[in-house]
Structures are given as structure tokens and as C-alpha cells.
């Protein structure tokens, strides 16, 4: 008797690890890419992180789900600069996804305004263009700065190259040189300091320097 109760008592403890051993890991959650954040594959190579249909479309959720690649960092800047809008055009005549003005689509070779609104993929290689363009420009604060803490915020590439889109390289290259002193406020109070914190940390290492480039 006392051997059959001491089988019993070590099946069942045998049964209860096996369960646990067995879980079924295939049984995991599986997320769909809401409309919102569908990426066009035509204008980005990167791989994307699916998200849940249910998953509200905010400046967080774009962050969390898009990476902190180059691909993460455009979409979370065209979210602060237009939410994502190709077609927008604000109070002051910035234009599209990215706002640009007409002074610096020119410098890129665009000199057709609606043109530029109706064409997502050229807006893309723009932005691209432009990122491409301030690296070249602001190549030696980069490597001067980058990894310096300024006004409490640790100084990246990134958050160096989202300045320059908001505010130029000139006012960037014053910001970082007076080391914080010498900042910048859009019309809508958005400051250098503020997109230095705010974009820091992206790997948009993808993007090369490149003098003066156009479409």
C-alpha cells in the first residue's frame, strides 16, 4: 500500500512539471497592423514591428511599434510635424508630411509645390535628401558633440539632425556651440532644445552624409 501511494503521489507531481514543461508557445498573441500604420514598402526598406488593430495611432505607439531605426525616426518626426499628413499645409504655407518650405525644396530641386503635395514618394525622398544634406553640413558637431550632455539632455545624431529640420544647421551649429545658450523657437514655441531631447537616440546611421544634394 504505502508503495502504490508513493507512485501515486511522484505520477502526480510528474504530471503537474510535464504540463508546465509542455506549454504551447505557439499559442502566442498574434498583432495586426492597423491602417494607420501601414507601411508603404516602396519608400522604406526596414522592417517594421506589427501592432494590434486595437493599438490607438499616437506619437508613443509609433515610437514603440516603427524601432528606433531611420524609418522609426522620420515617422516619429512627421507625427510631431504634421501627424503623418502628406496633403497639410500649416498657418505659415509648411507644406506636407515632413513641412517643408518652398525655400528649402528648392535647394532639394523641387520647385513645384503641388506636385510635391500629391506625391508621398517624392516628400519621402526629400526628407531623405535633407537628412542626407545637414549630416554633410553639421558633420563636425556631430562627431564634436555627440555623447556631451547639454541642458540635461545627452547629445545624439539623431536628435541633432531633427534640430536642423526644425530650426536650420545654422541655428543648430548655436545651439551646440554656446552649449545651449543660444536656442531657437518656432512660431508654435517648439525649441532645439526640445527636439534634441525629445528625437535623441535613433540609429539613423542608414543616411550618409551627402553635399548638396538634389532630386
Same mark, same amino acid.
Given at each position: 500500500?504505502?508503495?502504490?501511494?508513493?507512485?501515486?503521489?511522484?505520477?502526480?507531481?510528474?504530471?503537474?512539471?510535464?504540463?508546465?514543461?509542455?506549454?504551447?508557445?505557439?499559442?502566442?498573441?498574434? =498583432?495586426?497592423?492597423? $491602417?494607420?500604420?501601414?507601411?508603404?514598402?516602396?519608400?522604406?526598406? $526596414?522592417?517594421?514591428?506589427?501592432?494590434?488593430?486595437?493599438?490607438?495611432?499616437?506619437? $508613443?505607439?509609433?515610437?514603440?511599434?516603427? *524601432?528606433?531605426?531611420?524609418?522609426?525616426?522620420?515617422?516619429?518626426?512627421?507625427?510631431?510635424?504634421?501627424? +503623418?499628413?502628406?496633403?497639410?499645409?500649416?498657418?505659415?504655407?509648411?507644406?506636407?508630411?515632413? =513641412?517643408?518650405?518652398? *525655400?528649402?525644396?528648392?535647394?532639394?530641386?523641387?520647385?513645384?509645390?503641388?506636385?510635391?503635395?500629391?506625391?508621398?514618394?517624392? =516628400?519621402?525622398?526629400?526628407?531623405?535628401?535633407?537628412?542626407?544634406?545637414?549630416?554633410?553640413?553639421?558633420?563636425?558637431?556631430?562627431?564634436?558633440?555627440?555623447?556631451?550632455?547639454?541642458?540635461?539632455?545627452?547629445?545624439? $545624431?539623431?536628435?541633432?539632425?531633427?534640430?536642423?529640420?526644425?530650426?536650420?544647421?545654422?541655428?543648430?551649429?548655436?545651439?551646440?556651440?554656446?552649449?545651449? =545658450?543660444?536656442?531657437?523657437?518656432?512660431?508654435?514655441?517648439?525649441?532645439?532644445?526640445?527636439?534634441?531631447?525629445?528625437?535623441? +537616440?535613433?540609429?539613423?546611421?542608414?543616411?550618409?552624409?551627402?553635399?548638396?544634394?538634389?532630386?
Amino acid at each position: 500500500m504505502k508503495s502504490w501511494i508513493s507512485f501515486i503521489c511522484h505520477l502526480g507531481i510528474i504530471t503537474i512539471l510535464t504540463s508546465f514543461a509542455t506549454f504551447d508557445t505557439r499559442n502566442e498573441f498574434r =498583432q495586426q497592423v492597423p $491602417e494607420s500604420l501601414i507601411v508603404d514598402t516602396s519608400v522604406c526598406n $526596414e522592417p517594421v514591428f506589427l501592432v494590434s488593430r486595437n493599438t490607438v495611432d499616437t506619437e $508613443e505607439n509609433r515610437a514603440l511599434f516603427l *524601432g528606433n531605426r531611420y524609418h522609426g525616426f522620420k515617422e516619429a518626426l512627421a507625427f510631431k510635424e504634421s501627424r +503623418g499628413d502628406y496633403s497639410v499645409v500649416n498657418t505659415l504655407g509648411y507644406m506636407g508630411k515632413y =513641412q517643408f518650405g518652398k *525655400g528649402t525644396l528648392q535647394l532639394m530641386g523641387v520647385n513645384d509645390p503641388q506636385k510635391f503635395l500629391e506625391d508621398p514618394i517624392l =516628400q519621402e525622398k526629400v526628407f531623405q535628401l535633407n537628412v542626407a544634406r545637414n549630416k554633410w553640413i553639421l558633420r563636425r558637431d556631430i562627431k564634436r558633440f555627440v555623447g556631451k550632455r547639454i541642458n540635461g539632455t545627452v547629445i545624439t $545624431e539623431s536628435g541633432i539632425i531633427a534640430s536642423s529640420h526644425l530650426a536650420g544647421a545654422g541655428n543648430v551649429k548655436k545651439y551646440l556651440r554656446s552649449y545651449g =545658450q543660444n536656442d531657437f523657437s518656432d512660431a508654435y514655441g517648439s525649441t532645439i532644445a526640445y527636439y534634441m531631447k525629445k528625437f535623441r +537616440g535613433y540609429d539613423i546611421s542608414s543616411v550618409m552624409p551627402q553635399k548638396n544634394p538634389k532630386i
